[in-house]
């Protein structure tokens, strides 16, 4: 199953209360931090004991913001045929029927990864010219 992309703060997401760390205001678990305190009355937290107040810290998460886009209806119209049955059929093998059909039409963003899968998939059934996707959205990247 797929993983769910998330657009908001997920309500369980592991926050750090390390506030003093120097990579604190780069850090998604400590700017969700103070998010969640504002709102939540408990916390999925990080142990302290486990987290080191440096680049080495293995929860560590970067806060920068990833490029997910949201449908490729517009690819089919400019492909020939015998394309697009390729590119389907690559793409329906890796994501599965329903799971192709749910990107293509924009119900499930796609990640940065899974937008590669998909350019891949363009390139292998002959296409030459850069096709863009329907829409595009940077969000922070939570789980991957």
Same mark, same amino acid.
Request: hydrophobic fraction near 35%; include cysteine; proline fraction near 4%.
């Given at each position: +199953?797929?993983?769910?992309i998330?657009t908001?703060? =997920?309500?369980?997401f592991?926050v750090?209360?390390?506030?003093?760390? =120097?990579?604190?205001?780069?850090?998604?678990? !400590?700017?969700?931090?103070? !998010?969640? *305190?504002?709102?939540?009355?408990?916390?999925?937290?990080?142990?302290?004991?486990?987290?080191?107040?440096?680049? *080495?810290?293995?929860?560590?998460?970067?806060?920068?913001?990833?490029?997910?886009? !949201?449908?490729?209806?517009?690819?089919?119209?400019? +492909?020939?045929?015998? !394309?697009?049955?390729?590119?389907?059929?690559?793409?329906?093998?890796?994501?599965?029927?329903?799971?192709?059909?749910?990107?293509?039409?924009?119900?499930?963003?796609?990640?940065?990864?899974?937008?590669?899968?998909?350019?891949?998939?363009?390139?292998?059934?002959?296409?030459?010219?850069?096709?863009?996707?329907?829409?595009?959205?940077?969000?922070?990247?939570?789980?991957d």
């Amino acid at each position: +199953m797929p993983k769910k992309i998330y657009t908001t703060l =997920p309500a369980r997401f592991g926050v750090c209360m390390h506030a003093d760390c =120097p990579m604190a205001s780069m850090c998604l678990r !400590q700017i969700a931090y103070s !998010q969640m *305190t504002e709102g939540k009355d408990f916390l999925h937290m990080t142990n302290p004991r486990h987290s080191s107040k440096d680049c *080495t810290c293995r929860f560590y998460r970067d806060a920068s913001r990833a490029r997910y886009a !949201q449908g490729f209806t517009n690819f089919q119209k400019r +492909m020939y045929p015998e !394309q697009y049955r390729e590119f389907m059929s690559t793409l329906i093998i890796h994501f599965g029927r329903s799971a192709y059909f749910e990107r293509r039409n924009g119900d499930t963003i796609l990640s940065p990864a899974e937008q590669e899968v998909v350019l891949d998939a363009l390139h292998k059934a002959g296409v030459k010219e850069d096709f863009h996707f329907d829409k595009y959205l940077d969000l922070y990247n939570w789980f991957d």
